[in-house]
Structure formats: structure tokens, C-alpha cells
């Protein structure tokens, strides 16, 4: 990197013009969401891969579409539908959905009289909340009424959590603080970051058309490395001016060295993030995207209008001090817990290892079970309540969620392929992996149907996805495959998971050789050292191993199932393994590369193995401690989320941070350092020429009890 390029240079400036910094990144701010309002955004109709995804495109060009229904779902293990208190129930339901949605309404029920179902065909938009409370208001000791398939907490759930990720964060960083003015500046590089990248989200969603999904992961991912690359610099400048210097020695100092490690570590997290395009699913690209750009913004936000801001801010940023909390001084007094752990590791880092290493495989041994899929079927979409969803499905098998099958035809086939989709629909029937009535729509153009197959199978959808296979490999070449000229496609929310489940199983392993080598090159070229790299990638894979792990302790086998309140399916939603893996990788980076970074000034500066590893982890025990809780209280409150894949991405972002910066940073790291001595430096004389990312030699470090 040449000089006039690097973040100490770009520090410098930023320092002798911080208005001019600030103005900057403020008018890049508005900039950014200008370019919104001036683009818009262009939303991800479907994210749909491999068949499923050509089926849904089949019924977008011909214009083929159902209805949606919604469904209320009475019970009563001891009234009939002919009693009258469960026939007033029914009519009261019945009266409130028609009420609600402005359509007429049908009830059905059960063999046996125990389960009624009041279904509406949907045409228009309605009050959910008021019509779940109206349907729950039927409910009594006797008789259990649910508004099922007709919207689901998530996005109450997403608004929550996005809602109160900034109050969190705040609260995190004035315990670590102690002061308001402190706390405030990590707080406001994060949330401009996060301002800027939601802009900049406008022109890149017509590269990558972007899901739902993508703004809440941009705000976590966002908040989490905002904060993180303030704290390093708002620490460090803080730590060289408790050593004497003057404010604007030590802000040049700081962006000499937490400079670097910023641009380092941002730049691993983006690498681990691009990692989603090698899959090649749009939902990812789309978040690949995101996340990648509100990364940059945090770094660029970072190495110039930060070093601006505490120029400006000089002494005063300590203004501001709550009587009754604890300062965050980096090697002070107060933060004595992770030196003195790292000083017990030291003196034992044989045993250190071991039972770190122990611990983190034991953690990590469930995962070797590890099945995906679905969280549930979307019958239930607002209940989540296993039971009551195979009470549903046995009640009314109609009320599952459908294949779609879409045929497109020459028009003098049009006939032959209706007759063979009608004969579809009966083997399968016959076979019991559909259950009519089945819908059909075919275009105006006389070219192409659809028909709805609602499918067999409860909330695991195991029996739903053989489904789907034998459709696509049995029935359907014996019946539409025989027509000449007649293209198939069967897609619908089942056949979307099947094909997405196998894409990411077929795609994981590229994307942890596309995110571990390029990786290795970077750390390889920061460090300069062989060692490094390979050290902070099995570190990084056993974080993640063990967080795996957890989750299917936890999600599989049920072992919080009470304590988190959720009914588990058996199974990992699944996006979530490669969406955990490049997240995890990229975060766990950044700590590893700060952490990293100290104990090698300690070795340029001459120090000893051991006293650079003491200087390095008490220089940085309470910005990794602080940065994890933020992350930690932001995660979990996805974890209180009623939907099961958001529950399981904040349990398994929350638990993997928590043993990163504990386990693996507080112990595994000083120990494997202490243990390789020297060779943590090695590089082949081979690599010795490779160019170097940055070459300024820093004052020599006081030993660590110099303070």
C-alpha cells in the first residue's frame, strides 16, 4: 500500500482538517441518501433457485397466480360442531373474518365434528393483528380458536429488535465508558455507517435486487462493526494520552497503529462476506452486498471523520462521567480480570490449550448431526405450535402447503397437457402425497397451467420433500412428461427449500475455500508470517464448530427449548449454516487482528513472548470485552424473536461471539502464541519478498507494568 494511501496518512489529514473531514463524511452521507430517494429500491420477488426457481419465473411470464387463503382453526376435544356453544364460536370466527377481509367465507369440518376451519380466499389487505385477537376472543376453557396462514409476528419481531439495537448498544458502551461523550462517538460512527449503507442500498439493489431480509442484517452487521472500529480507535487515543501524550500526538499514534488494524480487519470481514456470491443465490447476493458496503462504510468512516471527531473533542471526550459506573481505561487498574487470566494461561498454556481446545470440540461434536430445513410449514406461520399443526393437517390435509406444478405447451398441446395434469393430480392423490381439491389456473395465452398440489407432510416437512421428489421423478415424466413439447417445472415453498437446501449444501464447501484462502493471503500479507494465518483460521473454524454445535443442542435436541420458548422442529433453518459461517468468520477476525496486532508491537518493540502477550491482551481485554457485549445484547434480541429462524440466528450469532471473545481470545490465542514463541513470526525466505501493507515503525511499548 503506498504511503499517501494508508490510514495513518489519511489520519494525519483528518486531524489537521477536521472540519473539512467532517463535512465530508456528512455530505457522503447525504449523498448516500440522495442516491435512495433518486434510485429507489428494488425489492427480491422471489429467491427462488435451480427448477423451483424457473417454475416461479414460468408463472411470472405467463402471468399465472392463486389466491391466498386464511384459515382460523376451532377445536374441542369434547364439543362437536353441532353443540352450541362450538356452533357460536364458529359463526362469531366466521362474522369477524368476513368482517375483516370484505370476502365471503366457507366453513368446513372435520370427520367427527371436533374441528371446524373457517377459510377466506384473500383478495385485499387486512387488519391481521385485529383479526387475531377478534378469532383468539372465540377461544374458551372448552374450545381453542387460531388465525392461521394469515401473517406471522416476524416483522412485529424484526421492528422490535431493529428498534431496540441502538438503546442496547448505548447501554453496553456507557458501562464500558463510564461518560456519555465517550459512549456517544462509537454510537455515532456506527449509526452513520449504518444511515449511509441503507442509502447506498438504493443503486446496488438494481445490480442485486435485495429480500426483506437484507436491511436488518446491514443494521446488525453494521452497529457490530461500527462500534467495533471506534472502540479501537477511541480506546487506543485514549490509552496514548493516559501515557502523556498530547491529544494530538497520541490521534496520530492511534492512527498509525488502530488504523491498520481497522483496514485489516474490514477488509477480512468484506472477504467473508463476499463469500456468499461463490453460492449464487440472489437472497445472498443481495446480503452479500449489504453488508459488504455498510463494512466499507465503518472503515472509510473510521479512518478519516473518526481521528476528526476526537481532534475535536481533545480531553473533553472523558466529559460527562456517570458517578456510579467504571471507566474503560485500556491497561489501568480496572481492568485486571483478562490479565489476570492471561497470566494463569501463560505460566500453563499446555493445560491452557487442552481444556480450552476440549471444551470448544465437545461443543462442536453435536454439530456432526446437523440436518436442515424449513422451520415450519406456512400453514402455521403464526403459531409455530407443532402440535397444532398436525392437528391442522390431519383435520384438513388441504390446508398444507402446495407443490406447484407449471407445464408450458405448443397451443395445439394445450389440450393433451391439461389432460395429463388433471391425471397429476389424481395419481398423486392416489398415492397419498396430495390431498384435494386442487386449484388450477392456466394463462390467457393458452400456453402454459399451474396447478396447486397442497402436499402431505407435518412441520419437519420431511414427508412433504419426498413429496416433491416422487412428483418430479416419478409421476410427473409418467403423466406431462409424455406430452411432446411440454416443459415442467414444480415449484412452491417446499420445492424452494429442497432445491435452496441442496445449493447450499453443494455450495458451502466453495465458500469456506473462496473465504479461508483469500483470508490466508490477507493476514499473510498484514502479518507477514506463515504462522499467523493458519493459526487464526483454525482458531476462527473452531468458534464456529462449537456455535454449530450449540445450536443443535439447542434447536435439535431441545435442550432450551422451554427457557427460550419455542416448539422445535428438529431442524436448523437452512440459510443459516453459510449465513453463520461468513458472519461468525468475519467478526471473530476482527478481534483476532486486534488482538494480534498489540502483541506484535510488543515484538517489533523488542518485548519478550510472554510480556507481549501480557501487553497485548491487557491493552485490549476491555475494547474485545465491550465490543462482544454490544454484539452479544444486539444478537439476542433476535433470540427472543416468536419466529424460529430469527431465534436460531440470534442464538447462534450471540453464543459464537460470547466463546470468541472468551474462550478463544482469553485463552486459546495467548496460548497458542505462548507455546509457538518465535515461530508465530515465521515466513519462508521464499515469501520474504512479498510487498509489505504498511512498514511504520511505532516508540518503543513500556512493559505491561509500566501503567
Request: glycine share 8%; hydrophobic share 50%; net charge positive.
Amino acid at each position: 500500500m503506498t504511503r499517501h494511501l494508508s490510514p495513518a496518512a489519511l489520519g494525519r489529514w483528518s486531524t489537521r482538517r477536521p472540519w473539512l473531514a467532517i463535512g465530508l463524511w456528512l455530505a457522503f452521507v447525504v449523498t448516500a441518501v440522495f442516491a435512495l430517494a433518486a434510485t429507489g429500491s428494488k425489492q427480491l420477488q422471489n429467491g427462488a433457485v435451480g427448477e423451483s426457481a424457473r417454475g416461479e419465473a414460468t408463472m411470472m411470464a405467463h402471468q399465472l397466480g392463486f389466491a391466498p387463503y386464511a384459515y382460523s382453526y376451532l377445536h374441542s376435544d369434547s364439543l362437536r360442531a353441532n353443540d352450541p356453544a362450538f356452533h357460536a364460536a364458529i359463526e362469531r370466527v366466521a362474522a369477524s373474518m368476513h368482517s375483516a377481509t370484505g370476502v365471503p367465507v366457507t366453513v368446513r369440518l372435520a370427520a367427527g365434528g371436533h374441528s371446524a376451519l373457517v377459510a377466506a380466499r384473500l383478495e385485499n389487505q387486512f387488519p391481521v393483528g385485529r383479526l387475531q385477537r377478534a378469532v383468539g376472543a372465540a377461544s374458551t376453557p372448552k374450545i381453542s380458536a387460531v388465525l392461521v396462514n394469515g401473517g406471522s409476528g416476524s416483522s412485529s419481531d424484526l421492528r422490535r429488535a431493529e428498534e431496540l439495537s441502538v438503546p442496547v448498544t448505548l447501554l453496553v458502551l456507557l458501562f464500558a465508558f463510564g461518560g456519555v461523550v465517550a459512549a456517544l462517538v462509537p454510537m455515532l460512527l456506527a449509526v452513520t455507517a449504518v444511515v449511509t449503507a441503507f442509502g447506498l442500498l438504493g443503486p446496488i439493489s438494481h445490480a442485486f435486487p435485495l429480500d426483506n431480509s437484507v436491511k436488518t442484517v446491514v443494521l446488525l452487521i453494521g452497529m457490530a462493526v461500527g462500534v467495533d472500529y471506534a472502540l479501537f480507535y477511541v480506546i487506543r487515543s485514549r490509552e496514548e494520552r493516559l501515557r502523556g501524550l498530547p491529544s494530538h500526538e497520541a490521534l496520530e499514534r492511534t492512527a498509525r497503529t488502530s488504523g491498520r488494524t481497522v483496514l485489516i480487519a474490514g477488509t477480512t470481514v468484506a472477504i467473508a462476506m463476499a463469500g456468499q456470491y461463490v453460492v449464487g443465490s440472489t437472497i445472498f447476493n443481495g446480503v452479500a452486498s449489504g453488508t459488504i458496503a455498510v463494512v466499507a462504510c465503518a472503515v472509510v468512516g473510521s479512518v478519516t471523520v473518526l481521528p476528526a471527531l476526537l481532534e475535536l473533542l481533545g480531553p473533553r471526550i472523558d466529559r460527562g462521567r456517570i458517578p456510579f459506573l467504571p471507566s474503560l481505561r485500556a491497561g489501568s487498574a480496572e481492568s485486571r480480570f483478562w490479565p489476570a487470566v492471561t497470566d494463569r494461561v501463560l505460566r500453563r498454556p499446555v493445560l491452557s490449550t487442552v481444556l480450552a481446545t476440549s471444551l470448544l470440540v465437545a461443543l462442536a461434536v453435536p454439530a456432526l448431526g446437523l440436518h436442515v430445513a424449513k422451520p415450519s410449514s406456512d400453514a402455521l406461520a403464526a403459531g409455530g405450535d407443532p402440535t397444532l399443526e398436525r392437528q391442522l393437517n390431519a383435520a384438513f390435509p388441504e390446508t398444507s402447503s402446495p407443490a406447484i406444478v407449471v407445464a408450458t405447451f405448443p397451443r395445439d398441446r394445450r389440450a393433451a397437457a391439461e389432460r395429463a395434469m388433471t391425471r397429476l393430480g389424481r395419481l398423486a392423490a392416489a398415492r397419498g402425497i396430495a390431498h384435494p381439491p386442487f386449484q388450477s389456473s392456466v394463462s390467457q395465452d393458452g400456453q402454459a397451467v399451474a396447478a396447486q398440489l397442497p402436499l402431505t407432510g407435518f412441520g419437519d416437512n420431511t414427508a412433504s420433500r419426498e413429496a416433491v421428489g416422487t412428483l418430479r421423478e416419478k409421476l410427473i415424466p409418467e403423466t406431462l412428461g409424455r406430452v411432446p413439447g411440454v416443459t415442467v417445472d414444480v415449484t412452491g415453498d417446499t420445492a424452494q427449500d429442497v432445491d435452496f437446501t441442496n445449493q447450499m449444501k453443494h455450495g458451502i464447501p466453495y465458500v469456506v475455500g473462496f473465504v479461508l484462502a483469500l483470508a490466508f493471503v490477507l493476514l499473510l500479507f498484514s502479518f507477514r508470517s506463515i504462522v499467523v494465518p493458519l493459526k487464526a483460521i483454525v482458531l476462527n473454524l473452531l468458534s464456529v464448530a462449537a456455535s454449530y454445535g450449540v445450536l443443535v443442542l439447542v434447536f435439535e435436541r431441545r435442550w432450551a427449548e422451554g427457557l427460550l420458548g419455542f416448539h422445535s422442529n428438529g431442524a436448523i433453518v437452512s440459510w443459516l449454516p453459510l449465513f453463520l459461517f461468513v458472519v461468525l468468520f468475519g467478526l471473530s477476525m476482527d478481534y483476532h487482528v486486534f488482538i494480534l496486532s498489540r502483541i506484535r508491537e510488543g515484538v517489533i518493540s523488542g518485548l519478550g513472548t510472554d510480556e507481549a502477550v501480557s501487553y497485548g491482551v491487557s491493552r485490549t481485554a476491555g475494547v474485545v470485552t465491550s465490543a462482544a457485549l454490544v454484539m452479544v445484547g444486539v444478537f439476542s434480541l433476535f433470540g427472543t424473536s416468536s419466529s424460529l429462524d430469527l431465534k436460531q440466528a440470534g442464538v447462534g450469532l450471540a453464543v459464537a461471539v460470547l466463546l470468541d471473545a472468551t474462550v478463544i481470545r482469553g485463552v486459546l490465542l495467548p496460548a497458542a502464541v505462548k507455546l509457538l514463541g518465535p515461530w508465530n513470526w515465521y515466513l519462508p525466505r521464499w515469501l520474504a519478498r512479498l510487498p509489505r501493507l504498511e512498514e511504520e515503525l511505532l516508540p518503543p511499548v513500556p512493559a505491561p507494568a509500566a501503567d
